[in-house]
């Protein structure tokens, strides 16, 4: 017996799922601030790591992969880059010889500085489509669902005092820190 495609079953149904429609967000916000940034040939992960670096000095390098969700190996990808072009030195952790802590340099934080304008161009364009009022709550929406699925993220995803203890409590109790 086949079954008979129902409501949900069609290719609306495909344009009307979570997942979908999140992957094709998040291709549309990375084109946006590629095109926004271009002029400081930044990716997005090397722009979080810059701010996270720039507002926490001496990070170290493990921390800042969970900070920004990416595995260590592709973190410390992004900080070589960034080293290479002379935005970020790493030094010996003092507290586990074996890890790096982070800084930027002069060049690091000057880039940063004007970036940070460019950044917030693309965050401004990814929502313009919303009203207003709008733009707080699907930042909220979007919030909530990282927390509330964070034992499934493929890398740790553990902010730095900006999301609320429960998503770092959650992650911890589960072992995927």
């Known amino acids: 017996m086949t079954r008979r495609a129902g409501r949900g079953d ?13 992957r094709h967000c998040h ?3 990375v084109a946006i601030f590629v095109e926004e940034l271009a002029a400081f040939a930044l990716t997005p992960g090397q722009y979080g790591a810059l701010l996270l670096i720039g507002q926490h000095p001496g990070l170290d390098q493990c921390t800042l992969a969970e900070a920004i969700g990416l595995d260590r190996s592709t973190t410390g990808a992004i900080v070589t880059r960034l080293a290479r072009r002379g935005l970020v030195v790493r030094a ?6 074996r890890g790096r802590v982070l800084r930027l340099t002069p060049n690091g934080q000057r ?12 965050q401004r364009r990814l ?3 919303l009203a207003a009022a709008q733009r707080d709550t699907f930042v909220a929406h979007l919030v909530r669902l990282v927390v509330a699925h964070a034992d499934v993220a493929r890398a740790p995803f553990v902010p730095l005092a900006v999301l609320p203890p429960a998503a770092v409590d959650k992650r911890r109790r589960t072992g995927k820190s």
Do not use: E, M
């Open 10 to 22: 069609g290719v609306g149904a495909l344009y009307r799922r979570p997942g979908f429609l999140i």
């Open 127 to 129: 929502l313009a489509p």
């Open 92 to 97: 010996v952790n003092p507290a586990d010889r």
């Open 111 to 122: 880039l940063l500085g004007r970036a940070r304008v460019a950044a917030r161009r693309a």
């Open 27 to 29: 291709q549309i916000g």
